[in-house]
């Protein structure tokens, strides 16, 4: 079997190929081939795979290439990894919005907008090639903000595109965890969009023990949410949100972290990762090692200035791990070998959330067998969080016809509808700010 991984000279490329070398059963990867649009890049990475696969009998074959279109031809998986604007991108998306005082994380508020608008055209081009070179590919899409880019893809490939994202897995791993219970056990009636979603009960053999969570003041302070958001918000919410929700009930004090850090999340990225690269160039080095260093760090760090915020301390060792490779192989197996499992992934609604049309994409719990992924019936949504979805998806939609149509209008739209932006003319200032310093940007008038 074939995986084609676009992006392939991303940072986490070896997590994937990890999770393939240990995956020794029938109907398993046996061919990866790597597409980056940086030579280089590819080169540090595919010297980071062999040094993984050094010793592994079968490990999968790895080519890389820089065109897209023989990257894509006969795959049967199709592994979407890609970062438009690179990590420079992703720096000037924070440093924009915080010059303007919003939020600039790259998938929610301004810079996620930012970071849509550039990336939709690209995702859908990709979504065309892959209807026309490999109709019969299933495409996995991690590729942030990964809700509305799986949206724009599935315009073009309908049910065969699927969105993955290990925030849902970690949060249910973790609930799990401190309630003594197996997550593989577990039921996690999850919903949302992606990175903003709710725990809304934990069942294990029929019991739902998140109220014994919620109760117990010590076990909500043993885990990372717990500690973000306090014992008693969740117990008010009677949930527990994904991490990233941090940045809406908290919004000033994530700002304000942001604007006193040394620096902003893509730019320690971009300077770490510039590192990593030009250490791996190096004759001699060892790409492996250093990977696994730069890696330990970068997971250490990972939404610090919201912890800094909250006074939640470090990240747990347990939660260093990853996890969305593994959710990208269970996701393959599930299809490829017709391995009925469950997986929380972002899919066309089709009448799971009534409050949403058909077509809009959302994360929820899916039953994935060989004929794809299908959503798991849920409850409602309670009202505040119905209006948190709703208006972010509109904000989604916005971005979705700027980027077909180049109407900067439906740009403008799409920032001043965003809950966390708090003015149209900051809206206006925020479009011309990202036009500046993004060519990409330019097919908006």
């Known amino acids: 079997m074939r995986l084609t991984i676009l992006g392939g000279g991303g940072f986490r490329v070896p997590l994937v190929y990890g999770a393939l070398l240990a995956d020794r059963g029938e109907g398993r990867v046996t061919r990866v081939v790597l597409h980056d649009l940086d030579a280089d890049r590819l080169s540090a990475v595919t010297r980071v795979l062999a040094e993984q696969a050094a010793g592994v009998a079968g490990a999968p074959e790895v080519t890389a290439t820089t065109d897209l279109d023989e990257a894509l031809r006969g795959a049967d998986f199709v592994f979407s990894a890609i970062r438009v604007g690179g990590l420079q991108g992703r720096a000037d998306d924070e440093r924009v919005a915080l010059a303007e005082g919003v939020l600039g994380q790259e998938t929610v508020g301004a810079g996620g907008i930012a ?128 991490e990233y929700l941090h940045y809406y009930y908290f919004n000033r004090e994530a700002v304000r972290a942001y604007r006193e850090a040394e620096r902003t999340r893509g730019a320690f ?130 971005v979705l016809a700027a980027a077909g149509t180049g109407s900067r209008a439906a740009a403008v739209k799409a920032f001043a509808l965003h809950p966390l932006v708090d003015s149209v003319n900051t809206a206006h200032r925020l479009l011309d700010g990202y036009r500046a310093v993004h060519p990409g940007l330019a097919y908006l008038r």
């Open 115 to 242: 970071y849509g608008l550039r990336t939709v055209p690209v995702a859908a081009d990709i979504a065309r090639r892959v209807a026309r070179l490999a109709p019969d590919a299933w495409v996995i899409n991690f590729t942030n903000p990964a809700g509305l880019v799986t949206e724009a893809m599935a315009r073009h490939l309908g049910d065969r595109v699927i969105g993955i994202c290990d925030s849902p897995v970690g949060l249910g791993r973790r609930i799990a965890r401190v309630l003594g219970a197996d997550p593989r056990e577990a039921w996690i009636d999850y919903v949302g969009l992606n990175h903003l979603g709710w725990v809304r009960g934990l069942r294990v053999a029929g019991r739902d023990e998140l109220p014994r969570l919620l109760a117990d003041t010590a076990l909500l302070g043993s885990f990372e949410e717990g500690r973000l958001f306090g014992a008693d918000w969740l117990r008010s919410l009677g949930a527990i949100p994904n």
């Open 269 to 398: 990225l971009r300077d770490q990762q510039a590192r990593f690269y030009e250490e791996v160039r190096r004759p001699g080095a060892r790409a492996l090692a250093a990977w696994e260093r730069t890696r330990a760090e970068r997971e250490a760090t990972y939404m610090s200035e919201n912890r800094e915020a909250a006074g939640a301390g470090e990240r747990e060792a347990d939660d260093l791990s990853g996890g969305y490779e593994k959710v990208a192989l269970a996701l393959m197996r599930a299809v490829a070998r017709n391995e009925r499992t469950v997986l929380i992934l972002n899919v066309r609604n089709r009448g799971t959330l009534s409050v949403l049309d058909p077509e809009a994409v959302i994360e929820v719990p899916c039953v994935v067998d060989a004929s794809g992924a299908h959503p798991v019936a849920v409850d409602p949504l309670p009202g505040h969080a119905t209006g948190l979805v709703c208006a972010v998806k509109a904000v989604e939609r916005e």
